[in-house]
Nanobody, 120 residues
Framework: QVQLVESGGGLVQPGGSLRLSCAAS????????MSWYRQAPGKERELVAF????????NHADSVKGRFTISRDNAKNTMYLQMNSLKPEDTAVYYC?????????????WGQGTQVTVSS
């Protein structure tokens, strides 16, 4: 059964850090483009960062560049988002996504989300 399970969210003060995890089962994350998205109340879901399949090239949104780092551990079949220097505007539900197009067949999976709240 294909599943993505996020964890690691919580309440943190401005300037603090959190590490989100996205544990995958039922498929191999290194074969997929893995992404983190977030959605704040009243706003559209936005892409935060992604890591490509295979070699694992990463890209981060300008709003988080230099503060957040996406990574994956193939042995654990888990993706991470290290979030440093957190700001109140980072408050959102964070989701992980896996996507692959293989011989014209698209597969896409989402996790259930984890809440991150940055507040003093």
């Amino acid at each position: 059964q294909v599943q993505l399970v996020e964890s690691g969210g919580g309440l943190v003060q401005p300037g603090g850090s959190l590490r989100l995890s996205c544990a995958a089962s039922g498929f191999t994350i290194s074969n997929y483009v893995m992404s983190w998205y977030r959605q704040a109340p009243g706003k559209e879901r936005e892409l935060v960062a992604f890591i490509t399949s295979g070699s694992g090239v990463t890209n981060h949104a300008d709003s988080v560049k230099g503060r957040f780092t996406i990574s994956r551990d193939n042995a654990k079949n888990t993706m991470y988002l290290q979030m440093n220097s957190l700001k109140p505007e980072d408050t959102a539900v964070y989701y992980c996504k896996a996507r692959r197009i293989w011989y014209s067949i698209e597969s896409e999976y989402w996790g259930q989300g984890t809440q991150v709240t940055v507040s003093s």
